[in-house]
């Protein structure tokens, strides 16, 4: 031991001890006595800069902007970044490019979208006097500034700021084009600042002339009209090359407000902003009064359009799909200009927006209700027609696809399928009585309770409790486990929207779409197969080359239920129709089935139901969620849903759904909740149409023309994401089968 830890061991350690304190304290001293020196040279040297008086508050004020500047731009790139996430694409010029001509089904074209590039007219032939009033209005110190006008935006600032509103717009014409390009239009701050960076961004790109140029074709300008040669094609008929003063000042004042001053909306409204362009120009010295007096005097006139029946909120929905789809096809392909086939039914399409407005304009009033949307689908997902509100000249807003509204108890079908595939039947016994979850006990409309009942007599009446009980038994016994499988089974279906749990889901209290909620109920005349909705059938280039193909490359059906429960939920749907809440949807001989909708406060009323041909889905109600007065989803919309479907019932080959037989005919329709206050003229009969065994025969033909000019031509690529991946190349067999089709299916327009 002693070796191990010899008596000396102590003094040595104090040795090492103070000998590191030693080397420390010296350490410091020197490292100390070097930072003074140091600071001692450094003050000297500064001491050869040193100011005083009004030099030194200079330095000052020098030193301090640096500070700040440094700072500021720091900031400023951390708020960059997010601006400059938008133009991360490189192909972010083509994309707004896009341009398309739309055709219906048989191949008549109704209408088109996107920019007409492959014509657009050049800035240098726009007259002199359209650039000046756009100018004068929009920005007059564009060829000035960097992208932000700050006179401008300041001038803006006083002037609302006098007037206690928005009485002038504070954005640059470059921000402008930066919102079209890459922003939407919510007011937030962040938008803003996004949209300032990007209108720098777009100065450092382009040159002044090619930002006014992208400005005046990307520009909405109402009536469905994307840039200022569209508009004065829609309002005037003519191109803009051609149009006077007063015309032109009628179009500029359109970049503010287009829906509001619209000329065909409210031509007196017009008329007061193309003045106000005309004392623009005066102001900014660039027309005299005597120059513009003549278009005061004279204000322009718009073409009419009030009998223009152009399917604007389905053609709106189709350019949309189709710029999706364009995200989808390879990047080596460049090709910005198609004419595409969708599967609107012009004859469909007419009587849909008729019966809407017939019913708004008889029982509207009475209701308290201003608007509706209605979808017409085939049962594969083709949507035949589409009514996304009262007028689209009023509004753009498509309540057929953005708008989110409970659906009540039309939601139901989608519990009662839950429960029929977890074990149930329709003659399972249920009891109609007080349930409780948590807080919240659901009432019946009729606020009683009817005892014992099967599901089908529960979904026929519409009880509220029992489909809550229904929820509950679904998870056997756990209420959140039951509403999980409910929501899938409505994802699986087709409800895109999230479906929040909450307990009064299984009674529609969460939100859908008229759209989805249509293309959901055709997976029940489909025998359990879920298809997507879709306005696409076929997609061209202007050349003619066929690129897609829906039957062939787009989705196919899914089964998310088995036959059988799709067979019963038919059945149980189908009663409803005949002898419960949607007896006045009934349809003279052919079987229907369906659901009637209705909100708390009578907020919503809807009608959604199916036949072995279509899916037809109807909405009512106010776009500020208003209350309407006791209107049910069984009074005005099963009422238009009748309109609907009678009228696309004709004159076809008429398919009944499985396991119902076709209804007797009734000599007396159904009678509406309140006398018509006026006599409608009964809709022209449907033309007769092609039966759907003719129709396959000529798809099959033009087919076989496609594959025909393949092998007889060279090959040109084509798009598929479907097993079949051969180049195809269409030829004048296309032409003489669109038009064969569009005859012998009787298209009159």
Same mark, same amino acid.
């Given at each position: 031991?002693?070796?191990?830890?010899?008596?000396?061991?102590?003094?040595?350690?104090?040795?090492?001890?103070?000998?590191?304190?030693?080397?420390?304290?010296?350490?410091?001293?020197?490292?100390?006595?070097?930072?003074?020196?140091?600071?001692?040279?450094?003050?000297?040297?500064?001491?050869?800069?040193?100011?005083?008086?009004?030099?030194?508050?200079?330095?000052?004020?020098?030193?301090?902007?640096?500070?700040?500047?440094?700072?500021?731009?720091?900031?400023?790139?951390?708020?960059?970044?997010?601006?400059?996430?938008?133009?991360?694409?490189?192909?972010?010029?083509?994309? %707004?490019?896009?341009?398309?001509?739309?055709?219906?089904?048989?191949?008549?074209?109704?209408?088109?979208?996107? +920019?007409?590039?492959?014509?657009?007219?050049?800035?240098?032939?726009?007259?002199?006097?359209?650039?000046?009033?756009?100018?004068?209005?929009?920005?007059?110190?564009?060829?000035?500034?960097? /992208? +932000?006008?700050?006179?401008?935006?300041?001038?803006?600032?006083?002037?609302?700021?006098?007037?206690? /509103?928005?009485?002038?717009?504070? %954005?640059?014409?470059?921000?402008?084009?930066?919102?079209?390009?890459?922003?939407?239009?919510?007011?937030?701050?962040?938008?803003?600042?996004?949209?300032?960076?990007?209108?720098?961004?777009?100065?450092?790109?382009?040159?002044?002339?090619?930002?006014?140029?992208?400005?005046?074709?990307?520009?909405?300008?109402?009536?469905?009209?994307?840039?200022?040669?569209?508009?004065?094609?829609?309002?005037?008929?003519?191109?803009?090359?051609?149009?006077?003063?007063?015309?032109?000042?009628?179009?500029?004042?359109?970049?503010?407000?287009?829906?509001?001053?619209?000329?065909?909306?409210?031509?007196?409204?017009?008329?007061?902003?193309?003045?106000?362009?005309?004392?623009?120009?005066?102001?900014?010295?660039?027309?005299?009064?005597?120059?513009?007096?003549?278009?005061?005097?004279? $204000?322009?006139?718009?073409?009419?359009?009030?009998?223009?029946?152009?399917?604007?909120?389905?053609?709106?929905?189709?350019?949309?799909?189709?710029?999706?789809?364009?995200?989808?096809?390879?990047?080596?392909?460049?090709?910005?200009?198609?004419?595409?086939?969708?599967?609107?039914?012009?004859?469909?399409?007419?009587?849909?927006?008729?019966?809407?407005?017939? %019913?708004?304009?008889?029982?509207?009033?009475?209701?308290?209700?201003?608007?509706?949307?209605?979808?017409?689908?085939?049962?594969?997902?083709?949507?035949?027609?589409?009514?996304?509100?009262?007028?689209?000249?009023?509004?753009?807003?498509?309540?057929?696809?953005?708008?989110?509204?409970?659906?009540?108890?039309?939601?139901?079908?989608?519990?009662?399928?839950?429960?029929?595939?977890?074990?149930?039947?329709?003659?399972?016994?249920?009891?109609?009585?007080?349930?409780?979850?948590?807080?919240?006990?659901?009432?019946?409309?009729?606020?009683?309770?009817?005892?014992?009942?099967?599901?089908?007599? *529960?979904?026929?009446?519409?009880?509220?409790?029992?489909?809550?009980?229904?929820? +509950?038994?679904?998870?056997?016994?756990?209420?959140?486990?039951?509403?999980?499988?409910?929501?899938?089974?409505?994802?699986?279906?087709? +409800?895109?929207? $999230?479906?929040?749990?909450?307990?009064?889901?299984?009674?529609?209290?969460?939100?859908?779409?008229?759209?989805?909620?249509?293309?959901?109920?055709?997976?029940?005349?489909?025998?359990?197969?879920?298809?997507?909705?879709?306005?696409?059938?076929?997609?061209?280039?202007?050349?003619?080359?066929?690129?897609?193909?829906?039957?062939?490359?787009?989705?196919?059906?899914?089964?998310?239920?088995?036959?059988?429960?799709?067979?019963?939920?038919?059945?149980?749907?189908?009663?409803?129709?005949?002898?419960?809440?949607?007896?006045?949807?009934?349809?003279?001989?052919?079987?229907?089935?369906?659901?009637?909708?209705?909100?708390?406060?009578?907020?919503?009323?809807?009608?959604?139901?199916?036949?072995?041909?279509?899916?037809?889905?109807?909405?009512?109600?106010?776009?500020?969620?208003?209350?309407?007065?006791?209107?049910?989803?069984?009074?005005?919309?099963?009422?238009?849903?009748?309109?609907?479907?009678?009228?696309?019932?004709?004159?076809?080959?008429?398919?009944?759904?499985?396991?119902?037989?076709?209804?007797?005919?009734?000599?007396?329709?159904?009678?509406?909740?309140?006398?018509?206050?006026?006599?409608?003229?009964?809709?022209?009969?449907?033309?007769?149409?092609?039966?759907?065994?003719?129709?396959?025969?000529?798809?099959?033909?033009?087919?076989?023309?496609?594959?025909?000019?393949?092998?007889?031509?060279?090959?040109?690529?084509?798009?598929?994401?479907?097993?079949?991946?051969?180049?195809? *190349?269409?030829?004048?067999?296309?032409?003489?089968?669109?038009?064969?089709?569009?005859?012998?299916?009787?298209?009159?327009?």
């Amino acid at each position: 031991m002693r070796d191990l830890f010899p008596e000396d061991w102590k003094p040595n350690i104090r040795r090492f001890l103070l000998g590191l304190d030693a080397w420390v304290d010296f350490s410091v001293f020197r490292s100390a006595s070097g930072l003074r020196e140091t600071y001692e040279r450094f003050s000297t040297f500064m001491d050869r800069f040193h100011v005083s008086g009004w030099r030194r508050g200079l330095n000052e004020i020098v030193s301090e902007g640096a500070t700040l500047g440094t700072v500021g731009l720091i900031v400023m790139l951390a708020l960059a970044v997010p601006a400059f996430r938008e133009t991360s694409d490189d192909d972010w010029l083509k994309k %707004s490019e896009l341009a398309v001509t739309f055709l219906d089904r048989y191949g008549n074209e109704v209408g088109s979208r996107g +920019i007409k590039h492959n014509d657009a007219i050049p800035l240098d032939q726009f007259p002199d006097h359209l650039i000046k009033a756009v100018l004068s209005t929009e920005d007059r110190r564009f060829y000035e500034h960097f /992208g +932000i006008d700050l006179p401008g935006t300041a001038r803006a600032l006083v002037a609302n700021t006098r007037a206690g /509103g928005v009485v002038q717009g504070g %954005s640059s014409i470059t921000q402008q084009l930066a919102k079209n390009l890459f922003l939407n239009n919510e007011r937030t701050i962040e938008r803003k600042v996004k949209e300032a960076f990007l209108a720098m961004w777009l100065e450092a790109r382009l040159t002044k002339n090619e930002i006014l140029k992208l400005y005046l074709d990307r520009a909405y300008m109402g009536g469905g009209a994307f840039g200022v040669d569209a508009a004065a094609q829609y309002y005037f008929n003519k191109s803009a090359r051609d149009v006077n003063l007063a015309e032109a000042a009628m179009l500029a004042g359109l970049f503010k407000a287009p829906t509001k001053f619209a000329p065909h909306v409210n031509l007196p409204a017009a008329r007061a902003r193309a003045n106000v362009v005309l004392d623009n120009l005066v102001e900014a010295n660039m027309m005299t009064e005597g120059q513009v007096f003549g278009a005061r005097r004279h $204000p322009a006139t718009p073409v009419d359009r009030r009998d223009d029946r152009a399917p604007n909120y389905y053609l709106d929905w189709a350019f949309d799909e189709m710029r999706k789809l364009v995200d989808t096809f390879p990047k080596s392909m460049t090709e910005r200009v198609f004419v595409v086939r969708t599967a609107l039914d012009t004859n469909l399409q007419n009587n849909a927006d008729a019966a809407v407005e017939s %019913s708004l304009r008889q029982y509207g009033q009475e209701y308290h209700a201003k608007q509706a949307a209605a979808v017409l689908m085939d049962v594969d997902g083709a949507v035949r027609a589409m009514v996304g509100g009262r007028d689209y000249g009023a509004s753009q807003f498509n309540r057929a696809t953005d708008a989110m509204r409970q659906p009540g108890s039309s939601f139901k079908p989608y519990v009662y399928a839950a429960a029929l595939i977890n074990g149930m039947k329709p003659t399972s016994t249920v009891v109609d009585g007080p349930v409780c979850i948590g807080n919240w006990c659901p009432h019946n409309y009729g606020h009683g309770y009817a005892g014992s009942m099967s599901l089908l007599q *529960a979904l026929t009446h519409s009880i509220n409790t029992i489909a809550v009980k229904l929820s +509950i038994s679904i998870g056997n016994g756990n209420a959140k486990v039951g509403r999980a499988k409910i929501v899938k089974l409505a994802h699986d279906m087709g +409800i895109r929207s $999230p479906l929040p749990d909450t307990p009064s889901l299984p009674i529609g209290a969460d939100e859908v779409t008229v759209l989805d909620h249509t293309g959901a109920y055709a997976t029940f005349p489909n025998m359990g197969k879920a298809v997507t909705p879709h306005a696409l059938l076929e997609v061209r280039t202007g050349a003619g080359d066929l690129v897609w193909r829906f039957d062939r490359d787009g989705p196919k059906p899914r089964q998310v239920m088995s036959a059988g429960v799709a067979g019963d939920m038919i059945k149980m749907m189908n009663n409803v129709v005949e002898n419960g809440t949607g007896r006045r949807a009934r349809l003279d001989g052919v079987a229907a089935a369906g659901k009637t909708g209705t909100t708390n406060a009578y907020r919503d009323a809807w009608f959604m139901g199916y036949t072995g041909n279509f899916v037809c889905g109807v909405w009512f109600g106010n776009d500020d969620y208003q209350v309407t007065n006791r209107m049910t989803g069984g009074s005005l919309p099963a009422m238009t849903w009748n309109k609907i479907m009678v009228y696309a019932h004709q004159g076809i080959e008429i398919k009944q759904l499985p396991g119902v037989g076709a209804p007797q005919v009734r000599q007396q329709p159904a009678v509406a909740e309140v006398k018509s206050k006026s006599d409608e003229p009964a809709p022209p009969p449907r033309p007769a149409l092609l039966t759907k065994r003719g129709a396959d025969i000529l798809v099959r033909v033009e087919r076989l023309m496609d594959d025909a000019n393949r092998a007889l031509g060279p090959a040109r690529p084509t798009v598929s994401s479907g097993k079949d991946k051969q180049a195809q *190349a269409p030829g004048t067999g296309d032409a003489f089968a669109s038009s064969l089709e569009g005859r012998a299916f009787g298209n009159h327009n």
